[in-house]
């Protein structure tokens, strides 16, 4: 006598159940590969679950550039310093093209030394201190145009055979 005919005989299964679980063995046995009803909802809750988390990671990262580009704009615009007036022109180099900008002569001397720096906002360039345009770089490297280091004393190498020729930082070219 067979298992399922036992446990019938004893009345601890009936006939449906026996079929049932004989058809499921069959199928089975072939597609060892198929997956329950079940395990596929389990499996398709679980990749919405992680798609919904990217959608969310991307989400959460839009807003806080957003909130970056807020803070270097506010920075920006309450740290600029005014040019009006500007008639001397100073280039500078911003994504390999060479860019001119009207400026003070105080400014240009400025610009030269490391005390001010030329940032970009929106399509234009603006003019902000040293210290502003550090804490724009925090945030965005990209937002500071120029920034030239401060002098903090010339070191002449002895053996420069140019060293009496010392290239003036304010050259126009």
Do not use: C
Request: proline residues 2%.
């Amino acid at each position: 006598m067979s298992l399922k005919d036992q446990l019938m005989k004893a009345g601890l299964a009936d006939a449906r159940k026996a079929r049932k679980a004989e058809h499921e063995k069959r199928q089975q046995a072939k597609d060892p590969n198929a997956e329950s009803a079940q395990q596929l909802a389990e499996k398709a809750t679980a990749e919405k679950a992680e798609r919904d988390r990217a959608l969310n990671r991307a989400q959460q990262e839009e807003k806080e550039k957003r909130a970056v580009a807020a803070q270097i704009r506010q920075l920006i615009e309450g740290h600029r310093i005014a040019r009006a007036g500007g008639d001397v022109s100073y280039q500078f180099t911003d994504e390999k093209k060479v860019k001119k900008l009207y400026v003070t002569a105080a400014q240009q001397t400025q610009l030269a030394n490391g005390q001010v720096a030329i940032v970009r906002l929106g399509d234009g360039y603006e003019l902000v201190p040293t210290v502003v345009a550090e804490k724009i770089r925090q945030r965005d490297t990209a937002a500071v145009v120029l920034l030239n280091n401060r002098k903090a004393g010339t070191e002449i190498d002895a053996d420069d055979p140019y060293a009496a020729y010392q290239v003036p930082d304010d050259l126009m070219w």
